[in-house]
């Protein structure tokens, strides 16, 4: 079963940047598609970006196109959130999930979740 730890999360404000990191356990972490999902204060869990097993096909929501980066290092069993021009709406708990099913906009797809990080977006 693998586990994930996410990373990085913090207090920032608008415009800032910050990554975000999750780190698996597992050795077969490289066969996983990785997701990133949020779920802010009286909201529902909603997709944010996600990254194919082997890392050539990526995938974002509208709200976070052209501002957030995914990545993966296999080597380093990580992923990766690049966040740019945060903004008060990106205020959440911020979740990467590891599954083998489609789509990979649909949190159905994964097996694994981590604890979560909180990132707030505040002046």
């Known amino acids: 079963q693998i586990q994930l730890v996410e990373s990085g999360g913090g207090l920032v404000q608008p415009g800032d940047s910050l990554r975000l990191s999750c780190t698996a356990s597992d050795h077969t972490f490289s066969s996983y598609h990785m997701g990133w999902f949020r779920r802010a204060p009286g909201k529902e869990r909603e997709f944010v970006a996600a990254?194919?097993?082997?890392?050539?096909?990526?995938y974002y929501a509208d709200s976070t196109k052209g501002r957030f980066i995914i990545s993966r290092d296999n080597a380093k069993s990580t992923i990766y959130l690049q966040m740019n021009s945060l903004k008060p709406d990106d205020t959440a708990v911020y979740y990467c999930a590891a599954g083998r099913d489609v789509p990979l906009r649909s949190a159905l797809s994964y097996n694994y979740w981590g604890q979560g990080t909180q990132v707030t977006v505040s002046s």
């Open positions: 990254i194919s097993w082997i890392g050539d096909s990526t």
